[in-house]
């Protein structure tokens, strides 16, 4: 029980420093690891690992054990941020990649490219 508190407490703290952090940056990172160079291909899905809610409109928000498909990642100064679709592909996003067991991989060909602004 002891183990399952330090965890979530971990959690916590974890996206506490994530969303304070990139709610005050304009840009996450100045390049991304695609499958292709336009970043239309899917490089990863997997399921959510609890539940998440973006800090603002450029996250993904979702619910533990959702499906989410990953379309990129963001490299250089935020390795820690990847962006995707939830099940619907109806809602894109960025989220912390902690949140995310990976369970099927599409290609283990990545692409760096630039991030736009």
Not at 38 to 67: H, I, N, Q
Request: net charge neutral; glycine share 6%; charged share 25%.
């Amino acid at each position: 029980m002891a183990a399952i508190h330090f965890y979530r407490q971990g959690l916590l703290l974890l996206l506490f420093n994530f969303i304070s952090t990139a709610a005050f940056e304009k840009r996450f990172s100045d390049f991304k690891r695609c499958a292709d160079e336009e970043c239309s291909m899917l490089l990863c899905r997997g399921k959510a690992v609890t539940d998440f809610s973006g800090p603002d409109c450029r996250f993904l928000s979702f619910k533990k054990s959702e499906t989410i498909y990953v379309y990129y990642k963001l490299s250089g100064r935020r390795a820690d941020i990847w962006a995707g679709s939830v099940s619907t592909l109806t809602h894109f996003g960025y989220f912390p990649k902690d949140l995310l067991a990976v369970n099927h991989l599409y290609t283990d060909k990545e692409l760096e490219v630039p991030a736009e602004v």
